[in-house]
């Protein structure tokens, strides 16, 4: 029979699936395209450069052993990977790589001179007056990734985080930008990074601070007149981890210095990690040099869990904190409290507490009670941006076309249905809606909520498409 590239690689799977754990056979082979065989040469397609990177790290021997079962001691692995093109054309191009079959480069130590640096180096961290320069990583060695559980909705994630925290500024993660809304686990990852790294790697200097502080200590250095010591002291750093990044909008000196230190510590193999609750596209007033920078390594986004997820969260809860409960009353919580983690930490802390101090069984009607409050009480602020990204996404679109001055039907129902929720579901001025959703004016807005009332008495498609974007807002 004669082999071609799908007979071959399905072959190549069974092997592949007999020798490695269900859950890294779905993660990493599942997504992969066998494209073409030529002679001894059998050409796949991975989805992103990080899976190629990471094939090749983790599974190059075990790729190469079933390809020569298959295709002799010759067989060679090719692959194409998709790539965004980011040069105006839309399309993804495919770029394509050999598998390398081989380890990776060891590093080489290089003392530096610290000559050139002020021997009176401030650390913004001390009190002015003290000459100190041991650097507390400030990290919170609770937040792990063994208690960071793995599911569908932080899988990438966490193990591009994994990746950064076994070689931090030796893989193309770099900067690794963790983005998702409010409660998802940004700190938490970020911090299981640092705690990791100063794990295998005790010799170098991590640092993790939000960028609010990091703001204030610019402040506070452009005051004292030290902006060049500020500077150098961030130059030390191995391993920087800015929390809240999107905080740095609008804040153009702390950019400016934001971009030097970002600059020099890419350039000398330094790692950087950045949290923030929207991705590099939807990030306002942030410098366009600031913003392609963010773009260099990776940007993996966390999203809601799934309720599987949401189950094992609960019973880590439960296990860590010694405490036994009815399987029915934590898929009842898993089940009503699905936004993000730390809701659901806080109603099964709530719970227990409850049980205990009032020195009751914990009955299904007790959770309910608890879960209603806590419902209520959590219930979270829907955002213009939030609203943008979610019709963007159900129409397929980025948000600058959603925003920009087109036409075209399809994108002027979805900027007007983005309106419309707009006022449906935030405080916000109608005049204030108009300028965040393409810098137009309150008539607008309030012809889009009408235009958008009449569509769905008149049109079942339309009227589709706002209750599918309604159940996706109020999840």
């Not at 409660?183 to 990791?196: F, N």
């Not at 806590?374 to 602020?381: H, L």
């Not at 309150?442 to 008149?458: E, G, I, P, R, S």
């Amino acid at each position: 029979m004669n082999k071609t590239a799908q007979s071959v690689w399905d072959n190549c799977l069974s092997f592949i699936k007999d020798n490695i754990q269900d859950q890294a056979y779905k993660t990493w082979f599942e997504p992969i395209k066998s494209v073409e065989l030529t002679d001894n040469a059998l050409y796949i397609q991975v989805p992103s450069k990080f899976f190629y990177e990471w094939l090749e790290e983790h599974y190059v021997k075990l790729l190469k052993v079933a390809l020569t079962k298959e295709l002799g001691k010759n067989a060679k692995l090719l692959y194409k990977i998709k790539m965004e093109n980011t040069y105006g054309n839309k399309q993804p191009f495919t770029e394509q790589l050999p598998s390398a079959n081989r380890s990776p480069m060891k590093p080489q130590n290089v003392d530096a001179p610290l000559k050139n640096l002020d021997p009176e180096l401030k650390n913004p961290f001390v009190i002015p007056g003290i000459r100190n320069l041991k650097i507390e990583s400030q990290l919170n060695a609770n937040y792990s990734f063994d208690n960071f559980l793995e599911g569908d909705s932080n899988r990438l994630a966490r193990s591009a985080g994994m990746a950064v925290a076994n070689k931090p500024g030796g893989t193309s993660f770099n900067p690794l930008l963790i983005f998702g809304g409010v409660g998802l686990g940004k700190t938490h990852l970020a911090h299981a990074i640092g705690v990791e790294i100063k794990d295998k790697y005790p010799e170098k200097t991590v640092l993790y601070i939000s960028a609010e502080i990091f703001t204030q200590q610019y402040i506070d250095s452009v005051k004292k007149n030290n902006r060049n010591d500020f500077i150098h002291f961030y130059q030390l750093i191995d391993v920087l981890i800015i929390d809240d990044v999107q905080f740095l909008s609008g804040k153009s000196g702390t950019q400016d210095v934001f971009f030097h230190i970002f600059n020099y510590l890419h350039q000398n193999g330094k790692q950087v990690i950045l949290t923030s609750d929207k991705a590099p596209v939807d990030m306002q007033d942030i410098e366009q040099r600031l913003l392609s920078r963010f773009k260099w390594g990776l940007s993996a986004e966390l999203h809601q869990p799934d309720y599987e997820t949401r189950i094992s969260i609960l019973k880590n809860i439960l296990y860590r904190d010694g405490v036994e409960m009815p399987d029915e009353i934590i898929e009842y919580v898993a089940r009503n409290i699905k936004s993000n983690v730390r809701e659901l930490e806080g109603a099964i802390i709530s719970l227990i507490a409850q049980s205990s101090f009032n020195k009751k069984e914990v009955t299904i009607e007790l959770a309910k009670s608890v879960v209603e409050k806590f419902v209520k009480n959590v219930k979270r602020e829907i955002s213009i941006d939030y609203i943008q990204k979610i019709v963007s996404d159900y129409f397929q679109l980025d948000i600058e076309t959603l925003q920009s001055k087109t036409r075209k039907r399809h994108v002027v129902q979805a900027r007007q249905l983005a309106m419309f929720f707009a006022k449906k579901f935030t405080k916000s001025s109608l005049a204030n809606i108009g300028s965040q959703i393409g810098d137009r004016d309150h008539a607008t807005v309030l012809h889009a909520c009408k235009t958008v009332d009449n569509l769905v008495a008149t049109d079942k498609q339309f009227k589709k498409f706002v209750e599918d974007i309604h159940k996706k807002l109020t999840l």
